[in-house]
């Protein structure tokens, strides 16, 4: 008889901290060890493994083939796809990128990682020393407990921009060809307004430089972190928390940290961490780098993917209707075509009717799936417009990074923009638009909030200090009439070249409930 498993997870025996031994008065309480759901193991292609899962049941997982697809550029991996056989039946799965668990049989699995990442990229990140890291739920299973996780800020879905699971991050003056894969979830928002929060109950590990006593060494050091021998590495802009999973988590850049968050307290599921930021090693864009490390099959501490996870989070609280996805960002030469889907798009009801595209050129198509050329650099911010049968709309954008073929180790301008609040924005009330370019002093913002009013003039920094406290130029609007909103904000060069970005901004009449589809 199969059954959710997440119903046999039982708590375990406590782990008993003894707050004296740390020389703490608020002591860390006893906690009982919460039993993951998830299953994790690291092949070599042509390995196989027979794999308990969380309900007691067994299958046998093999690595069949793994194909890594890098840019001619930077040599950066753009895709990852593995063959799988799960007792005798064969699925491909795309490692990170958006990409959520897909059932085959009696199981759940995803891919998180595949070895190239760690060839020109940072291979302490993950902790992998094969060629591809699989996870296994059971198939009815949640992906973790209900009521142990939620997401960790105060804000919609895919609000502004990402950097997910795996996305190597383009951006800087020039061209690199040492890539930094994204191995956390860089959730972006606007800076100083977005309450981050805590995804569980844990344990305050770190906060900014304290750190708890367990944590360091005998001569006040800290262990190596980087090469899997540590979860944590202390910063004055992040937070640690550990949870009874023995699972540690990561909020970097916060521009302030909520006092209460002191090591050795225990905070609550939901309670005040800090205020998003851009504090840290951000690259001066406002942003919650939020990271889960866990012991890995290796035996090291590395990354357990979370995009999965703060998704299933996402869906349980705010129950959203229709949710636009375009995945991935591109990164190509002038001339070089580039395919943008809307795959990855959530319809609750599974009836997504109609995907439309509008391009910057002012192009239009339609489907789920279409091919563009560009043949003059820039940043590009692509329209998808998804509608379901009951008449819902969400939006999302594609972007679309174009290099100049005659110079190619050069990067063009790019643009960060974000708006608060993201949610139950009402007629008549004032919208906080923050924006922030990079890779250009030149020229200026421009702002057309998609409503018809006057273009709006505005100029940051340019990012020539990446902590400037007044890095980002703010403006404010408010909306007359209810509705679904295009924001488009761009600025360019002397030469002409731009970089383009959009925001989506749903408004109700004032007096009435705002239900967004997202």
């Not at 950097?163 to 060809?177: I, M, S, Y």
């Amino acid at each position: 008889m199969r059954f959710n498993c997440y119903r046999k997870v039982c708590y375990l025996s406590c782990l008993a901290i003894i707050s004296s031994a740390l020389g703490l008065s608020n002591a860390l309480v006893a906690q009982d060890k919460l039993a993951a759901l998830v299953r994790v193991v690291d092949l070599s292609v042509g390995e196989s493994v027979q794999v308990e899962l969380c309900n007691g049941e067994h299958v046998q997982v093999k690595l069949l083939d793994l194909q890594e697809t890098r840019d001619p550029i930077r040599q950066a991996i753009r895709s990852a796809m593995v063959k799988v056989q799960v007792d005798g039946e064969v699925i491909k799965l795309e490692s990170g990128m958006y990409n959520l668990p897909q059932v085959l049989g009696k199981v759940q699995i995803d891919c998180s990682v595949t070895g190239g990442y760690n060839s020109n990229g940072t291979p302490g990140f993950w902790g992998l020393e094969k060629d591809a890291r699989l996870r296994l739920w059971p198939a009815e299973s949640p992906l973790l407990r209900p009521g142990t996780f939620r997401y960790p800020v105060e804000q919609r879905w895919l609000a502004t921009r990402t950097w997910f699971d795996n996305e190597p991050v383009d951006g800087g003056t020039k061209v690199l060809q040492k890539i930094y894969y994204h191995s956390g979830l860089d959730i972006g928002g606007t800076e100083r307004l977005v309450q981050v929060i805590a995804a569980t109950d844990a344990v305050v590990v770190s906060s900014g430089d304290d750190v708890l006593s367990d944590y360091v060494l005998k001569d006040g050091s800290l262990p190596k972190y980087g090469e899997g021998t540590s979860p944590i590495a202390p910063r004055a802009d992040v937070v640690y928390l550990r949870d009874s999973r023995g699972w540690y988590y990561r909020y970097s850049h916060l521009d302030s940290i909520d006092e209460r968050v002191r090591p050795g307290r225990v905070i609550k599921q939901g309670e005040p961490v800090g205020v998003l930021g851009k504090k840290g090693a951000s690259g001066g864009w406002s942003h919650l780098h939020f990271e889960i490390k866990s012991k890995q099959p290796s035996g090291k501490w590395g990354t357990q993917a979370g995009y999965a996870f703060i998704w299933e989070a996402y869906r349980r609280q705010y129950k959203p209707q229709l949710v636009a996805n375009t995945s991935r960002k591109h990164f190509v030469l002038a001339g070089e075509s580039v395919s943008m889907n809307g795959y990855k798009s959530y319809s609750a009801s599974d009836s997504i009717r109609r995907f439309q595209w509008l391009f910057t050129d002012g192009a239009r198509a339609r489907g789920p799936e279409v091919t563009r050329t560009y043949s003059r650099p820039g940043v590009y911010s692509e329209v998808l417009k998804v509608t379901d049968k009951a008449g819902n709309i969400d939006y999302d954008f594609a972007n679309v990074h174009v290099l100049d073929p005659a110079n190619p180790d050069l990067y063009v301008p790019r643009i960060h923009a974000a708006y608060w609040p993201t949610r139950d924005n009402k007629t008549d009330e004032l919208i906080t638009f923050k924006v922030r370019s990079f890779g250009t002093t030149e020229g200026e913002e421009v702002w057309d909030f998609g409503d018809g009013s006057p273009l709006v003039k505005v100029k940051s920094d340019g990012n020539v200090d990446p902590q400037a406290d007044n890095g980002y130029a703010i403006t404010t609007h408010a909306y007359t009439k209810p509705g679904d909103y295009l924001v488009k904000v761009q600025r360019a060069r002397s030469d002409g070249v731009a970089a383009v970005f959009h925001l989506h901004v749903h408004v109700v009449r004032a007096g009435t409930q705002a239900a967004t589809t997202n």
